[in-house]
T-cell receptor, first 116, second 112 residues
Framework: GAGVSQSPSNKVTEKGKDVELRCDPI?????LYWYRQSLGQGLEFLIY????????KSGLPSDRFSAERTGGSVSTLTIQRTQQEDSAVYLC??????????????FGPGTRLLVL | QKEVEQNSGPLSVPEGAIASLNCTYS??????FFWYRQYSGKSPELIMF????GDKEDGRFTAQLNKASQYVSLLIRDSQPSDSATYLC????????????FGGGTRLMVKP
């Protein structure tokens, strides 16, 4: 029904702990994207899923970051051994995935992660 | 050189004026261009897209695309204080699947 949903909306964790962020895309959207946005900065691409194809992981900043998408729908972004520089807003977006010129991405509300 | 560049601003305009936001891109194979608006603390929302050279109007918003010069702009007529936000330019490149490349955004401030 509604738009892209993300949970939790806010997450505070201690340095060194692992965190999982969840994204539920718009129903019927085959493409799903994760971005990171630090305070006052632009969007940093992390990873892109398209249908059943292997994901494009070219934006992941280190091997502490991983993501999966189960059943072609819900996606989980995992950050292991969190560091303070991981603090940011993590945004998820989805799109139809048809590959047309107008492939509009719709964003979720984001998860605000603070690593103490 | 960044793939998509925007002046970070802030761009300050008086209420009722025309705000002009510019974006340049480096990949000549870029197909489509999107403008997103992001209010502070909120997620980006699509304003409009354009893929043909020229102007495209939607209400108070006009997107302009010039592929030869590799720039795209967004004009906001009769600017309102509620238009104060960061405007993100995004580009869909020819060889990047469905991915968008975002610029850093321009912060617009409309003063009453």
């Amino acid at each position: 029904g509604a738009g892209v949903s993300q949970s939790p909306s806010n997450k505070v964790t201690e340095k060194g702990k692992d965190v999982e962020l969840r994204c539920d895309p718009i129903s019927g959207h085959t493409a799903l994207y994760w971005y990171r946005q630090s305070l006052g900065q632009g969007l940093e691409f992390l990873i892109y899923f398209q249908g059943n194809s292997a994901p494009d992981k070219s934006g992941l900043p280190s091997d502490r970051f991983s993501a999966e998408r189960t059943g072609g729908s819900v996606s989980t972004l995992t950050i292991q051994r969190t560091q303070q520089e991981d603090s940011a807003v993590y945004l998820c977006a989805s799109s139809l995935g048809g590959g047309g010129r107008v492939e509009t991405q719709y964003f979720g509300p984001g998860t605000r992660l603070l690593v103490l | 050189q960044k793939e998509v560049e925007q002046n970070s601003g802030p761009l300050s305009v008086p209420e009722g004026a025309i705000a002009s936001l510019n974006c340049t891109y480096s990949d000549r194979g870029s197909q489509s261009f999107f403008w997103y608006r992001q209010y502070s603390g909120k997620s980006p929302e699509l304003i409009m897209f354009i893929y043909s050279n020229g102007d495209k109007e939607d209400g108070r918003f006009t997107a302009q695309l010039n592929k030869a010069s590799q720039y795209v702009s967004l004009l906001i007529r009769d600017s309102q204080p509620s238009d104060s936000a960061t405007y993100l330019c995004a580009v869909k490149r020819d060889n990047a699947g469905n991915m968008l490349t975002f610029g850093g955004g321009t912060r617009l401030m409309v003063k009453p």
